[in-house]
Antibody, heavy 124, light 108 residues
Framework: EVQLLESGGGLIQPGGSLRLSCAASGFTFKRYAMSWVRQAPGKGLEWVSAIRSSGDAVHYVDSVKGRFTISRDNSENTLYLQMNSLRAEDTAIYYC?????????????????WGQGVLVTVSS | EIVMTQSPATLSVSPGERATLSCRATPRLDNNYLAWYQQRPGQPPRLLIFDTSTRATGIPARFSGSGSGADFTLTIGSLQSEDFAIYYCQQYNSWPLTFGGGTKVEIK
């Protein structure tokens, strides 16, 4: 079955750190760029970060630059998001998402597969 | 950053009627890199349309996309009960990738 399964969410105090994981199955993970997209409670979607299929290029939204790090392990079919210096405004459901287009160089496209999401709550 | 503005925020439609949702890009896109997603309560988004007008795999023909430059449209030809949801547009013309604020399609 083609799926993405996130884990690692929870309640964390402001200033704390958390690492999210996304396990991919049912497709050739190493051929696709991946992203993290978040959704604050009752709000819309916000793209957070993307990583090229090979893992050698990344992009971030300005609000997380210097605090979040995206990475991947193609041998383990897993995507990661290391989140440091967490703030209340980072509270959201975090989705991992697979790009629709199989690419090796240019990336940043639409997303045809999403995980169910994991909730991150930043609160004291 | 490209700002995506969706209108209206809420659209009230009767089952069987047509729904037309709008998405405006500022600044305008210089290609057709625009996608539409549907999100039902408690569910992740589902890709409906990519590259402005290409339906994703398994998406019914009542969903269609059009537009260019700054103005894009998602049309749902005849609303079914399962179509009442929130719809988001997304541009992938340039980084950062950005989404519109969403249009909620509700039963009239």
């Amino acid at each position: 079955e083609v799926q993405l399964l996130e884990s690692g969410g929870g309640l964390i105090q402001p200033g704390g750190s958390l690492r999210l994981s996304c396990a991919a199955s049912g497709f050739t993970f190493k051929r696709y760029a991946m992203s993290w997209v978040r959704q604050a409670p009752g709000k819309g979607l916000e793209w957070v970060s993307a990583i090229r299929s090979s893992g050698d290029a990344v992009h971030y939204v300005d609000s997380v630059k210097g605090r979040f790090t995206i990475s991947r392990d193609n041998s383990e079919n897993t995507l990661y998001l290391q989140m440091n210096s967490l703030r209340a405004e980072d509270t959201a459901i975090y989705y991992c998402a697979k790009e629709e287009l199989e690419t090796t160089v240019v990336f940043g496209y639409s997303f045809d597969l999403w995980g169910q999401g994991v909730l991150v709550t930043v609160s004291s | 950053e490209i700002v995506m503005t969706q209108s209206p925020a809420t659209l009230s439609v009767s089952p069987g009627e047509r729904a037309t949702l709008s998405c405006r890009a500022t600044p305008r896109l210089d290609n057709n890199y625009l996608a539409w997603y549907q999100q039902r309560p408690g569910q992740p988004p589902r890709l409906l349309i990519f590259d402005t007008s290409t339906r994703a795999t398994g998406i019914p023909a009542r969903f269609s996309g059009s537009g260019s430059g700054a103005d894009f449209t998602l049309t749902i030809g005849s609303l079914q009960s399962e179509d009442f949801a929130i719809y988001y547009c997304q541009q992938y013309n340039s980084w950062p990738l950005t989404f519109g604020g969403g249009t909620k399609v509700e039963i009239k």
